[in-house]
């Protein structure tokens, strides 16, 4: 039996040791990891992943985009899809910084609480790598998506990004403050906290007094939490008249995810597993 080799292909000085682990558990044999890696440099790695082995063996190779900057996943697995032709591809899975399973696992765990079809969603500190797809995706469900950063030119440009590459219409907003985060909830049925780790983006009376809100997730894992008054562990847990999500709540799901992601990238060789095709998947098993 040929061995399965997933070539990781990291943005960062190092590649992810979490992503490592996890490829692992996912079933690959061995795990070849690339820093630094570019656009520029992607040919001769994909044509060495295409051209070595034959039939039904090519499934038995895949490629994993990684690291911290979506915007450079994003063009990696472009240039990787160019390389591509007839049957000389192999699978290859996009997950920067685990925007795709994060933000996924998360919209799919706030979809099991019914339909988001025309409601307001507030991604708070919305303009990183999970905040970004979780607003796509959501937008995708037919929500009204709205993302929030303390600098106004930051978030226009990240929405601008959004919308231009995935047809969606993501608004953006300004919220340097307190009190204009609760402002900009007012009318929100869902609010999703998806800031730098260590920043409290609400207090508990923000979003509990809030008559409009009808589910609050809180994507930050390391203590204290986003979002004043959920705990990490709360699982769909109605607290005041709300369903809310911590981070570990929906965290398992993600891990769960990721790993039948590499799993089934050594089942064919032509599987793309970029945020919509993940996204699916997530729909499916959460």
């Not at 608004?171 to 730098?196: H, N, Y």
């Not at 562990?233 to 911590?246: E, S, T």
């Amino acid at each position: 039996m040929m061995k399965k080799l997933l070539f990781q292909l990291d943005t960062d000085n190092q590649p992810s040791v979490f992503d490592t682990v996890v490829a692992y558990d996912g079933g690959a044999d061995h795990v070849i990891g690339y820093s630094h890696c570019v656009p520029d440099m992607i040919q001769s790695m994909v044509e060495g992943a295409i051209f070595t082995r034959s039939g039904p063996n090519k499934k038995f190779t895949a490629l994993f985009i990684g690291g911290s900057s979506v915007t450079v996943g994003d063009a990696i697995l472009d240039a990787v899809k160019r390389v591509f032709f007839d049957n000389f591809r192999v699978s290859v899975m996009l997950d920067c910084n685990g925007c795709n399973t994060t933000a996924a696992a998360a919209v799919a765990s706030i979809l099991k609480s019914g339909s988001v079809k025309g409601k307001k969603a507030v991604i708070l500190a919305g303009t990183g790598p999970v905040g970004g797809r979780a607003a796509v995706m959501l937008a995708k469900e037919g929500a009204r998506v709205a993302i929030t950063s303390r600098n106004l030119r930051r978030s226009e440009q990240t929405c601008q990004h959004l919308n231009d590459r995935y047809g969606v219409q993501i608004e953006p907003l300004e919220a340097d403050s307190r009190e204009q985060r609760i402002d900009q909830l007012k009318d929100a049925q869902i609010v999703m906290a998806t800031g730098a780790a260590g920043v409290r983006l609400l207090e508990t009376t923000d979003w509990q007094d809030n008559p409009s809100l009808e589910i609050v997730l809180d994507a930050n894992a390391v203590p204290p939490a986003g979002i004043a008054g959920i705990g990490m562990n709360d699982k769909g847990k109605q607290v005041a008249g709300k369903i809310v999500w911590g981070a570990l709540g929906f965290g398992p799901a993600k891990l769960a995810l990721q790993r039948q992601c590499i799993n089934s990238l050594f089942e064919q060789n032509d599987l793309v597993l970029d945020a919509d095709a993940i996204f699916t998947l997530a729909k499916t098993v959460i």
